[in-house]
Each structure stands twice: as C-alpha cells, then as structure tokens.
C-alpha cells in the first residue's frame, strides 16, 4: 500500500503525502506496520515514480521536468496557491465532504472499530492539516473520500445485524444518494463551455487553410470551464495564450472570452452555452451564453502605412537564408510572387503593420514544403528560399536594385560564407537545424531557462528540481529534442507501455512465495 501511496504522490499528486503521513505513523503507532519496511516501501515507490514521471513528462516537455515538483514547489515553497480565492477553515468539513458523502456521512459513526479507526483518524487528520491553506478545493481531498465510504460501508453492515430499521432506512437514503449524484451529472456537463468553444474553433478551421500560426487567448473563465492540454492542437501553428490581466487583443487570431463586448478589429463568430440553472417545474436544465469566440478581422496591408523590419541574408550557391527580425509577430504571411522574383512577407507586431516586397537578383523556386522553409519564432522568422536552377549561383547581392540598398538589409555575417568556402564550411545545418520544441520560442527569465504559463500570469521555469541549476541543463535538453525527433511519440507511448506491463509482470511474480527446489525434496523425503 505504502509503494502505491508513494507513487501516487511523485506522479499524480504530490499533496497526496498528507494523507500518507497520518496513515504511516498511526499504523506504526498500532504496530499494524513495521516503520523502517514501510519507510523503504514507500521511499521506493516515490522514487520509482519520479524517475518514470520525469522520464516520460520530459520526453513531451522537451526540457528536463519534474511536473509535480513544480506544483509542491508553487503551492508549498512559494505559497501563491491563496491567489486564486480563500475559504474560511471549516469548509471541508462543514461543506465539501457533506456534498461530497451525502448519505454516507451519517453511517461513518456506525462503521468506527479497531482497524476502521485507524484509517479514519488518518483521513480526519489528513483533512485537518489541508484545512490550514487558505484556497480550498475539494478536489484536494478526494483521495480521503474513498476512506470514509469505506468505514461507512461498514457501517451500513453493522446496521444489518443490530438493528433492520435503521438498516433499511440508511439503505433507502444511500439509493437517493446515488439519484443525486445523476442529476449533478447531467447539469455539471453544461459547466464546461469552455472546453465546448475551443473544440468548435478547431473543427470550424480547416487544416489545409492553415498558412500563418494562429494565436489563440483563452481568458480565466474560459480555463476554468474545461480547457485543458489535452485539448488543445498538437500543431507548430496553433499557439495559446492564457495570460492574465492587460493584453494587447491585436496580438492574437481569436479570442475566446466571458466578455460579450466586441472589441475592435473583431468580429463575433460562435457562442457557447453553459449551466445556469434548474427548473424543477418543467425538469429541464437552463443555459445561458458563457464564453464568446471572437475573430479578428481580415486587414490588407495594401494602402495602410507600414514599417520594414530589419533583414538579415546569407546566401549558398544554391539557396539564400533570410532572417526577419520582428518581436512576437502575429498573422505572418509569407509568398512568392508568381514570376518567382518577389518575395511577398506581411505580419503585425505589437498593433503595428510591416511589410516587405523585396525584389530579388534571380529568380527562385517556389515553396515545396513551407513547415520546412519557414520557423516563426518569437523574435525572429526565419526563410530558406532555394534559388532556380538558372540562378544557382553566387549573388554579387540580394536586391535587383544595386544602387539604391534599403537600410533595413543586413548581410548575416555569422552565416555568410564565401564562394571558394562553401565546401570546406558548412554552416546551413546550424543555421536552420531548428529543434522543433523551439519552434514557437518561448520567453526566458535571467537565467535564460523557458519560461511557461503556469497558475494564472505567474511564469515559472520547466525543471526537474524548483532552484536545480547546472550547466549539463541545456545539453541534456537538447539530448531530449533529438530523442524526440528519432522516436515519434506513439513509438515512445507503447515502449513506455510495454516496459511498465513488464515491470508489472514481475510484481506479479514476486508475490509468489516460491519454495526452493531444495526445501522442496527435503520435505518430499
């Protein structure tokens, strides 16, 4: 029990060592349990779970990660989780467990006995000790529910040999305990508009139309009524935002909202439904409108004053590198005119228009394969055009025009090379070997290590250990990148399943008690 304990706490939840402790020194205080077995038990369970969460979390991550350390870390170390709302110190008890019970509240005091008792105190005293944090959920002490059914079951049990009535009457109650639970059901799946509404976004954009990234705000309200990850596209184009407090709407393609207001350069394109009440007289559940999906406008950049962002190129005989420096561009496009001699780039950054038509010395080919032509990252967006087989040659420059050089046209001098080099220095795999955890930079902090949303607009960095600093962390992500690209992750899905069933297998083994074959003859004897 104690290695299950253990686990649960390194992979899924971390608070789950509250309720561990309570049990382990109440069932070493009635010598159910020897303390150092138990300790070793336990301990290795945790460390089994953080070797296996780490491995797997940071496969998917693309950096080195711990999540649930993470979580400790925030609510625990950093004590922020009291931003999110506070409840007075009887609410678990006076409120969420009596919801949460119903009926079985009543048969706890039934079902108290010697064993019973013990896993009943460590449940109350696992209740008591999360009743201290200020922001309370009942989600919190789930992992206690199961440990007052079950002395409530034993209870109810008891009731049938010491007393029918009460037995039949406590009976009656638990079946409307469970008609209860129905109907929440059915209104708790209208308290999920948010889900709803970026699940419709998804299916109303066609995959194929996807030509820039689509940048996506979802506001609290909408996180808080069912978006989640698991939700959201595993796609370079589709970025999220869930930033919190004053943000520049401009920056982002939709936006999903409790806000009904229209903002400007927006238009209303979807409503979502949710949960409003219950109408007993008619029995139907009530909706009302909850989260609103706006998009922006479509905005040509022809006739509207813009700005160039500065250009960097670098050139093979046969391809040119171009670097656009603009910071968190928003709706980039990118094209090639038809007479292939025109590179066409329009996008906005920060409320502002650029634009580029640059008139190219030769022509070049079209692109084939823009996911690998074109990476938008947050400071930059980088182009490989490949020059046409007439041009593949050096270019004495970039421009036709070779008396009137715009100031915005930079030589990439980390990656130019010259002609009589290109054989002996072969720099394009580094330039353009662009890792694809990367693609959609990420914002840094001082110590240069990613940053991701985490609760609320609060940022906190991706590692294994909250503090953990040491100069092997970018080498071992980037071991992790290339993981990545060599195993696919539904390969790496069913080898991390296979090995589990393995180890699970050997569990089962081991349960056995196999005798020698030794002890075995000596007893046939």
């Given at each position: 029990m104690f290695a299950i304990l253990g686990f649960t706490a390194a992979v899924f939840r971390s608070d789950t060592l509250v309720l561990i402790a309570p049990i382990a020194l109440l069932s070493v205080a009635t010598r159910q349990t020897n303390l150092f077995k138990g300790a070793f038990?336990?301990?290795?369970?945790?460390?089994?779970?953080?070797?296996?969460?780490?491995?797997?979390?940071?496969?998917?991550?693309?950096?080195?990660?711990?999540?649930?350390?993470?979580?400790?870390?925030?609510?625990?170390?950093?004590?922020?989780?009291?931003?999110?709302?506070?409840?007075?110190?009887?609410?678990?008890?006076?409120?969420?467990?009596?919801?949460?019970l119903l009926a079985s509240t009543m048969l706890i005091p039934f079902g108290?006995?010697?064993?019973?008792?013990?896993?009943?105190?460590?449940?109350?005293?696992?209740?008591?000790?999360?009743?201290f944090l200020p922001h309370k959920e009942l989600r919190f002490i789930l992992p206690s529910v199961p440990i007052f059914n079950l002395v409530a079951a034993t209870g109810i049990n008891r009731l049938k040999r010491i007393n029918k009535f009460l037995y039949m009457v406590s009976a009656v109650m638990l079946m409307g305990s469970i008609?209860?639970?129905?109907?929440?059901?059915?209104?708790?799946?209208?308290?999920?508009?948010?889900?709803?509404?970026?699940?419709?976004?998804?299916?109303?954009?066609?995959?194929?139309?996807?030509?820039?990234?689509?940048?996506?705000?979802?506001?609290?309200?909408?996180?808080?009524?069912g978006v989640s990850k698991f939700l959201q596209k595993n796609h370079p184009k589709w970025i999220y935002s869930k930033k919190e407090g004053n943000i520049n709407v401009n920056d982002y393609s939709y936006l999903l909202t409790s806000n009904s207001t229209t903002p400007e350069n927006f238009e209303l394109v979807h409503t979502?439904?949710?949960?409003?009440?219950?109408?007993?007289?008619?029995?139907?559940?009530?909706?009302?409108?909850?989260?609103?999906?706006?998009?922006?406008?479509?905005?040509?950049?022809?006739?509207?004053?813009?700005?160039?962002?500065?250009?960097?190129w670098a050139q093979r005989s046969d391809r040119l590198y171009l670097t656009i420096e603009l910071y968190e561009s928003k709706n980039a496009k990118v094209a090639i005119s038809s007479d292939m001699k025109h590179l066409l780039f329009e996008a906005e950054a920060k409320g502002k228009l650029y634009a580029l038509d640059l008139d190219l010395h030769g022509t070049v080919q079209p692109f084939s394969d823009q996911s690998r032509q074109i990476y938008y990252g947050t400071r930059w967006i980088k182009i490989l055009l490949y020059k046409s087989n007439e041009n593949a040659h050096f270019w004495p420059r970039l421009l036709a025009d070779k008396y009137?050089?715009?100031?915005?046209?930079?030589?990439?001098?980390?990656?130019?090379?010259?002609?009589?080099?290109?054989?002996?220095?072969?720099?394009?795999?580094?330039?353009?070997?662009?890792?694809?955890?990367?693609?959609?930079?990420?914002?840094?902090?001082?110590?240069?290590?990613?940053?991701?949303?985490?609760?609320?607009?609060?940022?906190?960095?991706?590692?294994?250990?909250?503090?953990?600093?040491?100069?092997?962390?970018?080498?071992?992500?980037?071991?992790?990148?290339?993981?990545?690209?060599?195993?696919?992750?539904?390969?790496?899905?069913?080898?991390?399943t296979g090995i589990l069933f393995v180890i699970g297998f050997l569990f089962h083994l081991s349960a056995y008690n196999f005798q020698p074959l030794t002890q075995v003859k000596l007893k046939s004897e």
């Open positions: 038990v336990g301990l290795f369970g945790m460390i089994f779970g953080i070797v296996l969460s780490s491995i797997v979390d940071s496969y998917f991550w693309g950096r080195i990660v711990w999540p649930e350390g993470e979580v400790f870390y925030y609510n625990t170390v950093e004590n922020k989780s009291h931003e999110w709302g506070t409840l007075p110190f009887h609410w678990y008890f006076t409120t969420a467990l009596p919801k949460a108290i006995g010697r064993k019973t008792g013990t896993l009943l105190a460590s449940a109350l005293l696992f209740v008591f000790l999360y009743s008609v209860v639970p129905l109907v929440m059901l059915l209104a708790s799946r209208e308290n999920y508009p948010g889900a709803i509404a970026l699940k419709h976004l998804h299916n109303s954009v066609s995959q194929d139309q996807i030509n820039t990234p689509i940048h996506v705000h979802m506001d609290p309200e909408t996180c808080m009524s979502t439904n949710g949960f409003s009440n219950i109408d007993f007289s008619s029995r139907t559940i009530n909706t009302t409108p909850k989260i609103f999906t706006f998009k922006k406008k479509e905005r040509s950049i022809v006739g509207q004053p813009t700005l160039s962002p500065i250009v960097k009137n050089k715009p100031p915005f046209l930079k030589i990439d001098w980390d990656n130019w090379v010259e002609d009589e080099d290109e054989e002996t220095l072969k720099r394009e795999e580094s330039w353009f070997d662009v890792d694809t955890s990367t693609k959609n930079e990420k914002p840094t902090n001082s110590d240069g290590h990613a940053l991701v949303a985490g609760h609320g607009s609060t940022l906190k960095g991706l590692r294994l250990l909250p503090g953990w600093k040491t100069q092997y962390e970018e080498v071992i992500n980037k071991h992790l990148s290339n993981v990545r690209n060599v195993v696919p992750p539904h390969q790496f899905a069913y080898i991390i």
